[in-house]
């Protein structure tokens, strides 16, 4: 009886002199923010220039402020994480969409930190950063003065390239997500409004003519228009994924730019899969997309692939793109979207797997520095 | 009604001084009296000094439940034992005040001010009241003071960040009839500044303001001290701004939310010395609407709650306490196709039996019947041990099975909800112990308490992505979690050369993880599920004289991982709060000064990430009391 006394004493002057000693050790005046278990680089050596190789953009989750940039060296394959934030000491910010080359410049468009940081692609320092816009999707580049950037609640923001600013919005009520430009139109997806559903939204696309930015005519499409290309003949393929609803089934449009006319609608089979990140290879005979897998469809095809090129195995593909010079498939695998994810670099012709990354959060863009 | 011990049991407190700790009146706040099942009591005692605050405050400053806020005065969600929200369930007199929606609950909508005590039923324990708190249960009590003839509390609390609540309480009545009325009225800008990294520069907190009230009315009668009538009936009404992300800090996306809720209880207990019969229904009205640029969505929800219990204690040994739950929830919700319903009917038993004096164990049989289908069975079994006579030790074991029926929304949220999915299943063993020690001269009580316990959670719901969909997320029944941990706890209570110390502090330590691959090459097996902390600590040193009173407390929280292969994590940060004030008697009055210093040491921190807190921050409280009882 005693002894189980004189025990629970000495357990709880334990038990205080460690509560002591947490308080002492944990009184440390650091910021507490999130922090990954790699440790941080030697930035002692010298600055780092982001020449040869892919930007990879890490969307991240939504409102957990984890957006970031990761380069692929194509010298030594080595991935650098984060370097907007090495750069810059602070997070690229919530739910990056798509980084765009301009000059001497990279524009990377986060979404629902409602901007887009400007930064200088040699040491990617940030340059200047553009807001005022209703939740930014997608930019386009149209020529050495101006972009546009469309929006999920409304209108198509004009940027002035030489000073980086907002100078026109063209109204639209909608929210329009892909675009692409031919001749002096630029043709942009809408998918309608955000808060309806597909039964009741419009999906089509927008043509737009880029010399006085007006709406000069539009074209019905699918629902929920999320991929444009234009192919080497000049025709314009628009990836519909039906509705997240499952509302129609999926459908791959190619229209004639010029006679603004649908000249071929394929169209998948509504089993749940739906097709999305659509993609051209710098020669333009041959689309890409994601599905159960990574698809693969030369534009002189007359009916869509029925195997994938790559299939997923279980993985969680994300981000698509082809590479401007070598052809590669470069898609990524999300994981389960709470950690970092991978990207896998295809041999197009062969299918055989070259190389993989480890990059940030939710890899689901890229951007190639040649 | 603040001086009610809530065992029930009332006490001629010094009715002038509401914090002064009568030596000879402290009980346990451990207590293994379920017979081998764990539960943890704070009593009103506590909760004076904190009556402006809200219940997730109290919940980290004084127990094990982990509390996950994303701000001031904003979204806060309880978990303990390395389980989620929807694995703890909150009542409020027998009232689950969980969302049937959601499955869950906002804490910080919860004032202090509505209830007198708390009551934390840990894992298994919880069976008693309900099935699928594989956490545990927190119950939130009224209770009459049965010698009260007057109890009047009139506060105004003035804050920082333009943070102000009133609070008025009125109980009277006689030895067979008691009224509490409770009214409670907060409003904040809550525009606190703070360090935001994304744009580097220190900004005030946007859109955070907001105006909750609360109005309750209850009443009590007795009768014969054999016959307990109650009825309660509470409303509150809430109206909140959703402060931004720290790099969503665009004012073109602002978030705001109402928040409605009646609740209304009608009881009765039949009390004699071998029998016992309470029956009560209740019912529950949550309504929600959120806002933002895009969405504007309402969401009703209404829960029929009823209960009946029985207890018999005439066979030799033996108590018998079996009974009959049924609920019965429907939603109207705009993210619903139609009205939705759910009916739970829940067959209940629990038998105790006394071996020998040293030995007692319990057996809790429950079966739940959900919308027709019978469940499988839940048991539980406890068993208790006291080794001696004259020391107060008592070791504990139990282990059970335990189900969750998936949450109206997992079921039926438009496109997205899962109508096929299966409960989750949870086994939980567990062995504790409870030590106290009474001085025998009264001075020093000491109490120490311990458990371990290793929980199995199976088919348990996640929201996963559709194979092939980027944009289609389906909840399924995927994960299986082990989680394993202990919990200590201490009360020390000393009276000495006329001043009142008082310690108290918890230590937990949770390693809950994910067991089960799901994707190809899965990193995440064996690794902390995120926004758990393995390490959590809290402890209270309060000292009392001359009517004047001191309270400093300390919480630890550990690194929490955001990443599921635990390659991301929030580092560990401790906070120090602190309150002092002073009581000024005159006869039935007392006037209280009280001064409340959060964040003494201006931690610059993040408890979710993204999510900013509030550095050192004031609130200034008075009080009038007036309190008149029966002597």
């Known amino acids: ?370 | 009604m603040f001086f009610v011990n809530f065992s029930g049991k009332s006490i001629a407190q010094n009715t002038k001084d509401t914090l002064h700790l009568p030596e000879f009146e402290i009980k346990s706040n451990y207590i293994f009296d379920n017979q081998g099942f764990k539960r943890v009591k704070l009593d009103s005692i506590t909760l004076i000094p904190h009556l402006s605050s809200d219940l997730s405050t109290i919940l980290s400053e004084y127990s094990t439940v982990f509390i996950k806020s994303y701000g001031n005065g904003t979204l806060a969600t309880p978990s303990f034992r390395g389980t989620t929200a929807q694995h703890t369930q909150v009542e409020w007199n027998g009232i689950n005040l969980n969302s049937p929606m959601l499955g869950q609950i906002d804490l910080s909508l919860v004032p202090v001010s509505q209830f007198d005590g708390i009551e934390i039923l840990y894992g298994a324990a919880g069976l008693s009241r309900t099935s699928g708190a594989f956490g545990g249960v927190i119950n939130l009590v009224t209770n009459p003071d049965w010698n009260n003839i007057a109890d009047v509390i009139v506060a105004q609390t003035i804050g920082s960040f333009d943070n102000y609540t009133t609070n008025v309480n009125a109980a009277i009545g006689t030895r067979s009839f008691q009224s509490h009325t409770k009214f409670n009225y907060s409003s904040g800008l809550n525009d606190f500044p703070y360090y935001n990294d994304y744009l580097g520069e220190y900004v005030n907190q946007q859109n955070a303001s907001f105006k909750i009230y609360g109005i309750s009315q209850e009443f009590f009668w007795k009768l014969k001290d054999k016959h307990l009538f109650n009825a309660k009936i509470w409303y509150s009404h809430s109206k909140r701004n959703l402060p931004p992300t720290t790099s969503n800090f665009d004012t073109s996306n602002l978030e705001k939310e109402l928040d409605k809720a009646l609740r209304a209880v009608i009881e009765y207990k039949y009390v004699k010395s071998d029998l016992n019969l309470m029956i009560h229904s209740a019912l529950s009205d949550q309504f929600m609407n959120y806002q933002n640029s895009l969405i504007n969505a309402n969401h009703q929800s209404y829960t029929w709650i009823n209960r009946l219990r029985f207890s018999y204690n005439g066979i030799r040994n033996l108590s018998l306490q079996p009974g009959i739950d049924f609920n019965y929830d429907w939603v109207y919700s705009d993210s619903y196709t139609g009205m939705k319903s759910r009916s739970t009917l829940s067959l209940f038993a629990e038998i105790n039996y006394e071996f020998n004096p040293k030995i007692k164990g319990s057996l809790v049989i429950r079966d739940d019947v959900v919308d027709g289908r019978f469940m499988p069975v839940i048991p539980a079994i406890g068993f208790e041990y006291k080794p001696f006579n004259k020391v107060n030790l008592v070791v504990t074991a139990n282990t059970a099975r335990n189900y969750r029926y998936p949450t109206l929304n997992e079921l039926y949220w438009e496109i997205y909800g899962n109508p096929d999915l299966s409960p989750e299943t949870n086994y939980i063993i567990e062995l504790g112990s409870t030590y106290n020690y009474p001085s025998r001269n009264k001075k020093l009580f000491l109490e120490a308490t311990f458990s371990g316990y290793y929980s199995w959670i199976l088919d348990m719901i996640i929201w996963t992505p559709v194979e092939g969909s980027s944009s289609l997320w389906k909840p399924e029944n995927v994960r299986q979690v082990n989680a394993r941990g202990f919990e200590i706890g201490t009360n020390i209570n000393w009276h000495i050369i006329g001043f009142d110390l008082g310690f108290k502090a918890n230590y937990t330590f949770c390693h809950s993880t994910n067991e089960k691959a799901q994707i190809p090459n899965d990193n995440t097996v064996g690794k902390q599920i995120i926004y758990v902390p393995v390490n959590n600590l809290n402890s209270t040193v309060s000292l009392e004289r001359w009517k004047f009173y001191f309270k400093y407390n300390f919480l630890f929280v550990g690194k929490r991982f955001t990443s599921t292969d635990n390659s991301y994590y929030m580092p560990a940060y401790s906070l120090s709060n602190i309150i002092f004030g002073k009581n000024f008697a005159l006869d039935n009055f007392v006037l209280s000064l009280q001064v409340q210093i959060n964040n003494l040491f201006n931690i610059d921190y993040q408890s979710v990430a993204s999510r900013p807190m509030p550095g050192i921050n004031y609130a200034f409280t008075l009080k009038f009391s007036f309190k008149k009882g029966i002597n």
Not at chain 1, 100 to 120: A, M
Not at chain 1, 155 to 165: G, K, R, W
Not at chain 1, 235 to 241: F, G, Q, S
Not at chain 1, 245 to 267: A, G, H, N, Q
């Open chain 1, 1 to 370: 009886m005693i002894g189980t006394r004189h025990n629970i004493y000495t357990l709880q002057t334990l038990f205080i002199a460690s509560l002591f000693a947490v308080f002492f050790t944990s009184c440390s005046k650091t910021p507490i923010r999130e922090t990954t278990i790699d440790p941080p680089p030697d930035t002692t050596v010298t600055p780092i220039t982001y020449k040869n190789g892919i930007f990879v953009v890490n969307e991240g989750n939504f409102n957990w402020g984890n957006a970031s940039v990761s380069f692929i060296d194509y010298n030594t394959n080595n991935v650098i994480q984060d370097i907007f934030k090495k750069s810059n000491q602070r997070g690229l910010g919530d739910v990056a969409q798509c980084m765009i080359r301009f000059k001497d410049y990279g524009l990377i468009v986060v979404n629902n930190s409602n901007r887009i940081e400007v930064v200088t692609l040699k040491d990617f320092k940030s340059f200047t950063s553009i807001s005022g816009f209703y939740s930014p999707r997608y930019l386009e580049i149209i020529d050495s003065t101006k972009a546009y950037v469309t929006s999920l609640k409304k209108n198509i923001a004009v940027i002035d390239l030489a000073t980086f600013t907002i100078t026109k919005e063209i109204p639209t009520s909608t929210w329009t997500e892909v675009l692409t430009k031919f001749d002096q139109y630029m043709f942009v997806t809408s998918i309608g409004n955000f808060n309806e559903s597909n039964a009741k939204r419009k999906a089509q696309v927008f043509i737009i003519d880029t010399k006085n930015d007006v709406i000069v005519d539009s074209m019905m499409t699918g629902k929920e228009p999320l991929g444009i290309v234009m192919d080497k003949k000049q025709k314009i393929w628009i990836l519909c994924t039906g509705g997240y609803d499952f509302y129609e089934s999926p459908s791959l449009i190619r229209l004639d730019p010029i006679l603004r006319i649908v000249e071929k609608v394929f169209t998948f089979p509504n089993d749940g899969n739906l097709p999305n990140k659509l993609c051209i290879n710098a020669t333009r005979d041959t689309i890409y997309f994601i599905k159960d897998g990574v698809y693969q469809m030369p534009v002189t095809a007359s009916d869509l692939p029925s195997q994938p090129f790559i299939p997923s195995n279980g993985r969680l593909l994300y981000g698509l793109s082809i590479h401007p010079i070598n052809g590669s498939i470069y898609v990524s695998d999300v994981l389960d979207y709470i950690q970092d994810g991978t990207i896998y670099q295809y041999n197009s012709s062969t299918g055989t797997l070259l190389n993989t990354y480890k990059v940030g959060r939710i890899p689901s863009s890229f951007c190639f520095t040649n």
